[in-house]
């Protein structure tokens, strides 16, 4: 069975080829998530493209899939874990989960003040309109 290195986990497990390394990751407790993204994830489905790990050799895992040219680019030197199943021995590396991570929190945090503003304002214009008509809310 080939080895896979966990870089930033400090773990090497062994894993089923042709099994995903999102599926080996958590089934040895290494998660390929960062931030936020632990929990809000697609589960492997290939959609939410927050698994981004780099794999080293290129070729110890499955050729690009459409997700991931959708997701990173044709040309991307990174790859979704949750897309790219084992073949041989391998390193991986979470570095760009990490990022992404930190990278989706900041605009968790901008998606939640726009939401809290715009519903202030909102509820400000219809407070003005209905006091405009004569008819006050309160
Ligand atoms: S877990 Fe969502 S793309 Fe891999």
């Given at each position: 069975m080939p080895k896979i290195e966990f870089q930033e986990a400090g773990v090497t497990v062994e894993g089923e080829a042709g099994d995903d390394l999102r599926k080996i990751a958590h089934k040895n407790g290494v998660s390929v998530h960062g931030g936020v993204n632990k929990y809000i994830n697609c589960r492997g489905f290939g959609?939410?493209?927050?698994d981004r790990i780099l794999v080293d050799?290129?070729?110890?895992v499955t050729p690009l899939t459409w997700k991931e040219k959708l997701h990173?680019?044709?040309?991307?030197k990174m790859r979704l874990a949750c897309q790219a199943k084992l073949v041989s021995d391998a390193k991986i590396s979470i570095a760009p989960a990490l990022e992404y991570g930190e990278e989706m929190k900041g605009n968790l945090q901008f998606g939640a003040a726009a939401l809290f503003f715009g519903g202030l304002t909102l509820f400000f214009v219809v407070f003005m309109l209905f006091e405009l008509v004569g008819k006050p809310l309160f």
């Open positions: 959609l939410c493209g927050s050799p290129k070729d110890c990173l680019g044709e040309k991307s």
